[in-house]
């Protein structure tokens, strides 16, 4: 019998893996094939990337389409034979895969995402095994050794939050939930640039779940929630398959590996709104609330979900935990540079011409990641800007690419490593209609709690215009300025406060796209048509 | 404005019990608000104006409460929506990948624009802000399904089958008022 693996991950499905698998079906209707199902590798240019199991390991062919499946069946495509173009050679062999540092994304289309014995043959829950031999301190200590910090964006370390929670007093109070802590996983992933989470959830399913787990049971919670945006409807089908196995096999619910621990786990899809990123914001909207940002403090850790102490972590912090408790706090610390320990899941997305995920230690720089990995732009033109960190990270001009990536050495040159996205523009990019973008993406997506955010950003979107428009474009550029001032100072969240770096870098590194003759500028569409 | 293919202020075929006990059904977990509101949107496509009153009844808040969420979320459209919901990703790494130029043809294929659905109800087009296919882009969704590479041509498509397909399986769709 003949192995062959078709990915059904959002990227591999949005190019056609099921097609891809149907044809493969038919065409091999009276072979001997089991076809598996797998999540991705993260080489997104190559899907659909599919696998067969050969003496020699899995061997792999891309990117395939459904008509292609024929002629690779003639040119030994069972037998891993090397003669059709698609060919790829041994996918552990693959440059842009081999080189990588996978931790997190050991897995990660290696095995089918919702069998939990595949989970567990690669390494699954030796994680909880060791943390239920563990005190609850002990596990701290372990996830504080790691080094590990939060991986949402703004970097915390994960072991003082958990360290915070485990000693926060939760009998206090008399609602309902007096007693109780718990565990919440950002799942929201709004920035644009970035897919690792969802990659985590598609291909994976079980080391969020087991991350999850060992956390409940570092601060004694029995209850955690995965806030998941609604635009991910794949992942929301993989994970509640995920939960309900692990529920069945004894690894959720209220006896844990008959630990006498309890913990149980539910998805909470979000509701389009990016701010519920932020995770004041997001605990307002899993309350049934409009997502609104709180004040801080009182902190999350003490006051979350309900009122009660609470764990929010991003999913890849939560995803790093199995490892850190396999194989020691020690072994993750060794990968990385300075503060920024471990790997960190960099996406290549945009206008790249192989995109998708690198994981690495921290310290490569940009360039190697645009250039190596990336192998430059899809269009075949010139890398003009690239925005890391998501929507309100800054737009980096090519001086800047040597920086090591690292989240000290990217603030020092006022950037942000952030969740790890990169979207790569070419030389066609207009920077104002970037600028622009940032303002409207403020406006649309603002909670309204703020004026400067609110109302400064729509100001922003109209001053832009008369920039373009060249009127009194002197004035527009200084009255731009003040705007982001404003946002700066006038901001409870990064939201508003950070909006201005996109804006600030496209003014400062690309200023001819500001003082263009504007019957040659080109028009930016808007969400009001 | 453009014309829904049934009155928004219809309540007549409200299912109401349908609602109360889906209210019920979630009323005990913690936060029950989101996850009602998204199994009646799953099923009609929109929350109902006549459903703000039974959510908020079963749940015991205040009906101005029960619409300030609904005010506040993107997904929960207070007006019917079109038997095909097209999402046009308009977020960086699709616009480096030249979403700009698709959402520009979306609108002009279907003659609408964003929030707005089609006269003959098969369309309704939304903006989206990344749908974690970035490195695949330009994206749409439409319905549940998420596309990769999108070219206009894949776009024009994309429409035509998924008109093409229920269309078979409902012959006697209804006209649209106009
Ligand atoms: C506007 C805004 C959007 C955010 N969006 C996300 C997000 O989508 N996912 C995420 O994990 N963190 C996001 N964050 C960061 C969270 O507020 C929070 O720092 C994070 O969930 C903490 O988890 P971590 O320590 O594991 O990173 C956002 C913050 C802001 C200000
Ligand atoms: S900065 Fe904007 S998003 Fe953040 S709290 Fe203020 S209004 Fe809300
Ligand atoms: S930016 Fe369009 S899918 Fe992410």
Redesign the interface.
């Given at each position: 019998m003949t192995r062959i693996y078709v990915p059904r991950d959002?990227?591999a499905?949005?190019?056609g893996a099921n097609e891809v698998a149907e044809a493969l079906k038919q065409a091999c209707a009276d072979r001997d094939i089991d076809l598996v199902r797998n999540g991705s590798r993260g080489l997104?240019?190559l899907?659909p990337l599919i696998e067969v199991e050969t003496d020699r390991g899995r061997v792999a062919y891309g990117p395939v389409t459904s008509e292609d499946i024929p002629a690779l069946l003639d040119e030994g495509l069972l037998d891993g034979q090397p003669g059709h173009p698609l060919y790829q050679g041994p996918t552990e062999e693959i440059p842009y895969l081999k080189s990588q540092q996978r931790l997190t994304f050991e897995r990660a289309g290696i095995i089918d995402p919702v069998s939990l014995d595949d989970y567990i043959h690669h390494g699954g829950y030796v994680g909880l095994r060791k943390a239920l031999a563990k005190t609850a301190q002990e596990i701290v200590d372990e996830v504080k050794t790691s080094g590990l910090r939060g991986r949402g964006g703004a970097a915390f370390p994960a072991g003082i939050k958990w360290q915070t929670v485990l000693d926060a007093d939760a009998r206090t109070g008399s609602s309902p939930?007096s007693k109780r802590k718990f565990i919440v996983c950002n799942a929201d992933?709004?920035?644009?640039?970035?897919?690792a989470d969802?990659l985590v959830m598609e291909a994976d399913p079980f080391m969020l779940i087991e991350g999850m787990t060992i956390a409940g049971l570092a601060v004694g919670a029995d209850t955690g929630y995965i806030y998941l945006r609604?635009?991910?409807?794949?992942a929301h089908q993989i994970l509640n398959e995920a939960i309900a196995t692990a529920e069945a096999e004894g690894y959720l619910g209220d006896n844990v590996l008959n630990s006498g621990k309890a913990f149980h786990l539910e998805v909470?899809?979000?509701?389009?709104?990016?701010i519920c990123g932020e995770e004041t914001s997001l605990l307002d909207?899993?309350?049934?609330?409009?997502?609104?940002v709180r004040v801080k403090p009182p902190l999350p850790a003490l006051k979350g979900?309900?009122g009660q102490p609470t764990v929010v972590n991003n999913v890849l912090t939560l995803a790093a935990v199995p490892f850190i408790l396999a194989e020691g706090g020690e072994a993750y610390a060794d990968y990385g540079m300075g503060r920024s320990r471990g790997t960190l899941a960099f996406?290549?997305?945009?206008?790249?011409e192989r995109?998708?995920v690198v994981e690495l230690a921290f310290g490569h720089t940009l360039r190697e990641l645009l250039e190596d990995y990336g192998g430059g732009t899809?269009s075949g033109r010139p890398i003009r800007a690239v925005?890391v960190g998501g929507?309100l990270g800054a737009y980096m001009p090519e001086s800047q690419w040597d920086t090591p990536l690292d989240y000290e050495a990217f603030s020092e040159v006022g950037a942000v490593v952030g969740h790890g996205?990169i979207?790569?523009?070419?030389d066609t990019?207009d920077m104002l209609?970037?600028a622009r973008?940032a303002m409207e993406?403020c406006a649309?997506?603002s909670c309204g709690k703020c004026t400067p955010c609110r109302i400064g950003s729509t100001r922003g979107v109209e001053v832009i215009d008369r920039i373009r428009n060249n009127e009194h474009r002197d004035n527009n550029l200084i009255l731009l300025e003040d705007l982001c001032d404003t946002l700066e100072d006038g901001s409870l969240c990064a939201m508003g406060g950070m909006t201005p770096n996109p804006v600030r870098s496209a003014l400062q590194y690309f200023p001819d796209d500001f003082h263009r003759d504007s019957t040659t500028a080109s028009q930016?569409?808007s969400?009001?048509? | 404005m453009h014309i829904s293919a049934q009155d928004s202020s219809a309540g007549a075929d409200l299912p109401r019990d349908w609602i109360q006990v889906e209210v019920a059904a979630h009323k005990a977990k913690?936060?029950?608000?989101?996850?009602i509101?998204?199994s009646i949107r799953n099923r009609l496509g929109y929350i109902p104006e006549a459903a703000v009153p039974l959510i908020a009844e079963g749940l015991q808040i205040t009906r101005a409460e029960v619409h300030?969420?609904i005010s506040?979320?993107?997904?929960?459209n207070t007006h019917p929506v079109g038997r095909n919901r097209l999402q046009v990703c308009?977020?960086?790494?699709?616009?480096?990948?030249g979403c700009?130029s698709l959402?520009?043809h979306a609108?002009e294929t279907l003659g609408i624009?964003?929030h707005?659905t089609t006269p003959d109800g098969e369309f309704t087009l939304e903006?989206?802000?990344?749908?974690?296919?970035?490195?695949?882009?330009p994206?749409v969704?439409l319905n549940?399904?998420?596309?990769?590479?999108v070219t206009p041509k894949r776009l024009d498509a994309l429409l035509d089958q998924a008109t093409t397909q229920p269309l078979t399986l409902q012959p006697l769709a209804e006209e649209p008022e106009s």
């Open positions: 959002t990227t499905l949005s190019l997104f240019w899907e939930y992933e709004g920035d644009s640039g970035t897919f969802r609604s635009e991910y409807p794949v909470r899809l979000g509701a389009g709104a990016y909207s899993l309350e049934g609330k409009r997502g609104q979900a309900f996406q290549l997305t945009g206008n790249i995109g998708g899809a925005q929507p996205g979207v790569v523009f070419d990019v209609d970037q973008f993406f649309v997506e930016a569409t969400e009001e048509a | 913690p936060g029950p608000l989101l996850p509101l998204h300030g969420v506040f979320y993107h997904d929960f308009r977020a960086e790494a699709c616009q480096a990948r700009r959402e520009a609108q624009g964003y707005q903006p989206v802000y990344c749908l974690g296919n970035c490195a695949t882009g994206s969704r549940d399904d998420i596309h990769g590479r």
